[in-house]
């Protein structure tokens, strides 16, 4: 890949001000200074250094965030913060999808990735890959038989849709621990509803073998797929 499409791509700067500081020498391939916009680096092997600062460089960017309350799991909106502000240099110069979503009002475990197929495979139906909510209800009368045979809620489509736990405990009084493998419109607090209990508070705390662990809200870190799936 050419050295200023390499560094445009990571956000560093249009091509054309790229070209400006490459012919600066402010451009150093390893350890030899490019003058030459039109320069072929490979990323995967290549050391890049811009302003004698290491680019970094991820072919696969997989990052797992605590997403705190009151922020949107979308790259930008009008009205909320969003999640993807809290991600920082060098990460921030990625296009990252959201795999898996979390409402406004709910925290915990989240994943980006700048890989298209890791994120269908997380998000697709038929990859079956459970998630742990704790769930702090409003009350304590659980029908856990029905929980796990299953209830009728919507999606967002408002198509009715058989809802299944795949497992249910009791962790608290009034907290619960859920898994499921499916990802319908608001589907946990629809299915506690749907047992009259209205959800007071939901944090995902596992998506597959990934675990939210000792995360503090709007902290986050690398993972590689192996630890999820």
């Known amino acids: 890949m050419r050295i200023d499409k390499f560094l ?73 913060e969003v999640v993807v502000s809290l991600i920082k240099d060098p990460f921030d110069k990625y296009d990252l999808k959201i795999a898996g979503r979390l409402d406004l009002d709910s925290e915990g475990l989240l994943i980006l990735t700048n890989t298209g197929s890791f994120a269908h495979k997380i998000t697709s139906p038929n990859s079956k890959i459970a998630k742990i909510y704790e769930v702090l209800t409003d009350n304590t009368n659980l029908n856990y038989e029905k929980m796990l045979d299953g209830v009728i809620i919507k999606d967002k489509d408002n198509v009715d849709f058989l809802a299944k736990a795949l497992k249910i405990i009791k962790i608290g009084e009034n907290l619960f621990e859920i898994t499921i493998d499916e990802g319908k419109f608001h589907q946990v607090k629809r299915m506690f509803k749907a047992l009259e209990m209205n959800v007071i508070n939901l944090k995902r705390i596992q998506i597959g073998k990934l675990k939210l662990g000792d995360l503090k809200p709007g902290e986050y870190r690398i993972f590689d797929e192996d630890e999820l799936l």
């Open 8 to 80: 445009s791509n990571l956000k560093y700067g249009s091509r054309s001000n790229i070209g400006i500081d490459i012919k600066k020498g402010l451009v150093k391939i390893n350890d030899k200074i490019i003058t030459d916009s039109h320069f072929k680096v490979n990323p995967l092997k290549d050391k890049v250094f811009y302003n004698n600062i290491l680019v970094p460089y991820f072919k696969n960017l997989n990052l797992m965030i605590y997403k705190p309350k009151g922020y949107l799991s979308a790259n930008s909106d009008n009205l909320h």
